[in-house]
């Protein structure tokens, strides 16, 4: 298990990003502000337990409003128990191909073993 911290970076274009990010994290306007004056983490969500696959969803999600050019978005994976704070940010970000990676290979183990 892992868990992935996201983070808002450059947002160019707040009010945009604001509605998107509300949209999957339901969280309100006034915190996703403050994440993003404070550079501080929009989420911090665990991969691989019960709920994998709203994680799996709302991650991509939030990947596609940085693919979109709305804001940038720094990654992080840490183990369930570490804390951001504590986090060696050179030795905890990844990229958004390295988390697609991560997503779309428990998609291919799991339909792998739903055809046996």
């Known amino acids: 298990m892992s868990k992935i911290i996201v983070v808002p970076k450059d947002v160019t274009n707040r009010s945009e990003f604001i509605s998107r990010v509300r949209s999957v994290t339901k969280q309100g306007m006034a915190e996703i502000l403050k994440c993003i004056d404070d ?30 050019g ?4 720094l990654l992080y994976e840490l183990m369930p128990d570490e804390a951001f704070a504590d986090c060696p940010v050179d030795q905890c970000e990844i990229t958004a191909e390295i988390l697609r990676g ?13 055809r046996q």
């Open 39 to 68: 550079k501080s983490p929009l989420v911090e969500w665990e991969l691989f337990l019960n709920n994998h696959d709203d994680v799996a969803m709302n991650l991509k999600a939030l990947l596609a409003i940085a693919d979109d």
């Open 70 to 73: 709305v804001g940038e978005l």
């Open 102 to 114: 991560i997503l779309d290979k428990h998609d291919d183990e799991r339909a792998q073993l739903d």
